[in-house]
């Protein structure tokens, strides 16, 4: 079947993905992740626009569940609940939504450029997130409903987003240069003809 999951194409960007996702495993700086990275290669390569979301949305959320058991990592209920997570998992899926034109434009520069883009824009809504739907306690746990909330909210942030951009970018350069050696190697992995937009 032209687009059965387990294709050998299909099957290497699914374990390209979770191999990244679950990168999150290793002692890494915080926020130091693949998650735009996901996104960019899942709606890069994937030829079913339903893939580009379901397999790196999956991949984290495989993940996210493998670190809560082993290592106890989300305490949903101290930095924002469910609704900040949604937010969380509904911006990875607009970067991947939004990522869908690099299908015909993937170029190093290109990636290069899309990933710190998509860094910026986890950061933005993430941070908003965390101001309007936490409580008025201490930070880190949640900021007054004021402007300067807000402000004190992307400050205290910005330690986490120097770690987000470089392992984005880190990533990135990962996931594509990794499937561009495939590839050229493997010759079953290679692109099929683009079905239209």
């Known amino acids: 079947?032209?687009?059965?999951?387990?294709?050998?194409?299909?099957?290497a960007l699914i374990g390209l993905i979770l191999l990244a996702a679950f990168s999150r495993l290793l002692p890494l700086p915080p926020n130091f992740a693949p998650i735009t990275a996901m996104a960019l290669f899942g709606a890069a390569y994937f030829d079913r626009k339903r893939l580009v979301f379901l397999v790196p949305l999956g991949a984290m959320v495989l993940s996210d569940l493998t670190m809560e058991i082993l290592f106890?990592?989300?305490?949903?209920?101290?930095?924002?609940?469910?609704p900040l997570?949604?937010?969380?998992?509904?911006?990875?899926?607009?970067?991947a939504g939004?990522?869908?034109w690099l299908r015909r434009h993937v170029r190093p520069l290109v990636v290069m450029c899309a990933a710190p883009v998509g860094s910026i824009l986890f950061f933005l809504i993430?941070?908003?997130?965390?101001?309007a739907l936490t409580d008025d306690m201490p930070s880190p746990f949640g900021y007054p409903k004021t402007w300067a909330g807000l402000f004190e909210c992307y400050v205290m942030g910005l330690p986490f987003f120097k770690w987000t951009l470089l392992g984005d970018v880190t990533f990135s350069a990962a996931l594509f240069g990794s499937w561009a050696i495939l590839t050229n190697t493997v010759p079953a992995l290679q692109e099929p003809s683009p079905e239209p937009a």
């Open 98 to 100: 939004l990522a869908i």
């Open 72 to 82: 106890h990592k989300y305490q949903v209920a101290d930095w924002g609940g469910l």
């Open 85 to 95: 997570l949604g937010v969380v998992y509904g911006t990875f899926a607009l970067i």
């Open 126 to 131: 993430t941070n908003f997130a965390a101001w």
């Open 1 to 11: 079947m032209k687009n059965s999951l387990f294709r050998p194409r299909s099957t």
